[in-house]
T-cell receptor
Framework: EPEVTQTPSHQVTQMGQEVILRCVPISNHLYFYWYRQILGQKVEFLVSFYNNEISEKSEIFDDQFSVERPDGSNFTLKIRSTKLEDSAMYFC???????????FGQGTRLTVV | AQTVTQSQPEMSVQEAETVTLSCTYDTSESDYYLFWYKQPPSRQMILVIRQEAYKQQNATENRFSVNFQKAAKSFSLKISDSQLGDAAMYFC???????????FGQGTILTVHP
C-alpha cells in the first residue's frame, strides 16, 4: 500500500538553527499539508500546498516557516530560526483530490534545545 | 471558522465491551466531511472512519460506527467489542468540502482494560 514517508523521524536542533523536515507524499496525490502537534495537545494545521504554491496557511505559519516541492516528489518544511516553542511532532499529509481522505506520514519529532 | 470539540479528555472501557466517544462541531456550511483518527503511542495518525455530511446513513467500518446527527452537529464514534489494540488517542476532525485542511478536536485518550 502506498504511504507518505517523512524523514528524519526525530531531529534535535539548537535554538536559532534552521531545520528542514522532509516528506515524500504518495505519488499521484495533488494536495499536500503540514500539521503540528505539540506534545499532549491537538493537531494543528500549518499550511496547504497545491499546484506548486501555498493554497492556505494558518496564523502559526509565519515568516519563519516556508514550504517547497523542489523536485516534484519531496515536500519540505523549513523553519529558519527555531525557537523552543517549535518543539513538536510535525506531520505531513497528502490527498489525491479534495474529496478524498488524507494520508499521514509517521511524523517527525522536532526537539529544540 | 469551524471548531471541533471533544468534551471527554479520557475514557476507559473493559475489553469486549462497547464505548462511545463524543464529538461536536460548529460550522455554517452544509456540505463537509467528518473523520475519526486514531493515534496510538507511535503517534502515527490512522484513519478510522469517515462520514460525508450529505449522506444520511451512518458510516460503519467493522467494529467502528458513527452516530451522525447533522442538525445537532454531533458526530460520535462507537467502538464495539473493544480490543486492547484499540487503546489510543482518538481525534475527531472536520473538513470543508471546499478546502482540504482538517480541523481537529482536542482528542480523547481511550484506555482498554483487560
Amino acid at each position: 500500500e502506498p504511504e507518505v514517508t517523512q524523514t528524519p523521524s526525530h531531529q534535535v536542533t539548537q535554538m536559532g538553527q534552521e531545520v528542514i523536515l522532509r516528506c515524500v507524499p504518495i505519488s499521484n496525490h495533488l494536495y499536500f499539508y503540514w500539521y503540528r502537534q505539540i506534545l499532549g495537545q491537538k493537531v494543528e494545521f500549518l499550511v496547504s500546498f497545491y499546484n506548486n504554491e501555498i493554497s492556505e496557511k494558518s496564523e502559526i505559519f509565519d515568516d519563519q516557516f516556508s514550504v517547497e516541492r523542489p523536485d516534484g516528489s519531496n515536500f519540505t518544511l523549513k523553519i529558519r530560526s527555531t525557537k523552543l516553542e517549535d518543539s513538536a511532532m510535525y506531520f505531513c499529509a497528502s490527498i489525491r483530490t479534495e474529496n478524498t481522505e488524507a494520508f499521514f506520514g509517521q511524523g517527525t519529532r522536532l526537539t529544540v534545545v | 471558522a469551524q471548531t471541533v470539540t471533544q468534551s471527554q479528555p479520557e475514557m476507559s472501557v473493559q475489553e469486549a465491551e462497547t464505548v462511545t466517544l463524543s464529538c461536536t462541531y460548529d460550522t455554517s456550511e452544509s456540505d463537509y466531511y467528518l473523520f475519526w483518527y486514531k493515534q496510538p503511542p507511535s503517534r502515527q495518525m490512522i484513519l478510522v472512519i469517515r462520514q460525508e455530511a450529505y449522506k444520511q446513513q451512518n458510516a460503519t467500518e467493522n467494529r467502528f460506527s458513527v452516530n451522525f446527527q447533522k442538525a445537532a452537529k454531533s458526530f460520535s464514534l462507537k467502538i464495539s467489542d473493544s480490543q486492547l489494540g484499540d487503546a489510543a488517542m482518538y481525534f475527531c476532525a472536520y473538513r470543508s468540502s471546499s478546502y482540504g485542511k482538517l480541523t481537529f478536536g482536542q482528542g480523547t485518550i481511550l484506555t482498554v482494560h483487560p
